[in-house]
């Protein structure tokens, strides 16, 4: 039964939710910076999305980053992510997703970042603690990146110690970079 509640996700994601922060129909291809070539849009089957670094958090902050490796031709990647945060029920759980900035992860806007064969590109996320107690644990977090027609979805590894404190507590909004080159890029620097 939980395949089909995340099966079902997925798909009301991919026809176009509205909240989910994406548009099936953003640029297909994008000018790479300083070279005037042009590189489609990054596609599913040649991207990867695996854990980064630890990053030493401020107090109360839990930041993660996000590698995104490109195994195939050049490609573009522009704007954000899409993230859906999954418990051990297969149950999404309700987070406020924010493009400010925070303490820990960027406001800069989302500009196109070209990736080579082998390249990287980076996200970071981050939420403040559950000062009131844990409501559910995140158990999956999904990862989606849309170029023109085709969206990407990975399971991100556990996130450990992520929990969701419930509608309204500052814990249960996450911040989110765009991605950027560099993984001190998707950080603030205030």
């Given at each position: 039964?939980?395949?089909?509640?995340?099966?079902?996700?997925?798909?009301?994601?991919?026809?176009?939710?509205?909240?989910?922060?994406?548009?099936?129909?953003?640029?297909?291809?994008?000018?790479?910076?300083?070279?005037?070539?042009?590189?489609?849009?990054?596609?599913?089957?040649?991207?990867?999305?695996?854990?980064?670094?630890?990053?030493?958090?401020?107090?109360?902050?839990n930041p993660r980053a996000l590698r995104i490796r490109n195994s195939g031709r050049p490609c573009v990647l522009t704007g954000y992510p899409t993230l859906h945060f999954i418990d051990r029920r297969g149950h999404a759980i309700p987070f406020e997703i924010s493009h400010h900035g925070d303490q820990m992860v960027t406001d800069a806007p989302p500009a196109p970042v070209?990736?080579?064969?082998?390249?990287?590109?980076?996200?970071?996320?981050?939420?403040?603690?559950?000062?009131?107690?844990?409501?559910?644990?995140?158990?999956?977090?999904?990862?989606?990146?849309?170029?023109?027609?085709?969206?990407?979805?990975?399971?991100?590894?556990?996130?450990?110690?992520?929990?969701?404190?419930?509608?309204?507590?500052?814990?249960?909004?996450?911040?989110?970079?765009?991605?950027?080159?560099?993984?001190?890029?998707?950080?603030?620097?205030?």
């Amino acid at each position: 039964m939980r395949h089909v509640r995340f099966a079902a996700l997925i798909a009301a994601c991919a026809i176009g939710c509205s909240g989910c922060g994406w548009s099936p129909y953003g640029g297909g291809h994008a000018t790479a910076s300083g070279s005037g070539a042009v590189a489609p849009a990054c596609r599913p089957a040649q991207l990867h999305v695996s854990l980064g670094p630890f990053i030493s958090p401020a107090t109360g902050q839990n930041p993660r980053a996000l590698r995104i490796r490109n195994s195939g031709r050049p490609c573009v990647l522009t704007g954000y992510p899409t993230l859906h945060f999954i418990d051990r029920r297969g149950h999404a759980i309700p987070f406020e997703i924010s493009h400010h900035g925070d303490q820990m992860v960027t406001d800069a806007p989302p500009a196109p970042v070209r990736l080579a064969r082998g390249g990287s590109a980076w996200v970071v996320m981050n939420r403040y603690r559950c000062d009131l107690g844990d409501r559910r644990m995140v158990r999956r977090t999904v990862f989606g990146v849309f170029g023109t027609h085709q969206g990407l979805w990975l399971v991100v590894p556990r996130q450990a110690a992520w929990a969701y404190c419930g509608p309204g507590d500052p814990g249960s909004t996450v911040a989110v970079s765009p991605f950027e080159p560099r993984l001190a890029a998707s950080l603030s620097h205030k």
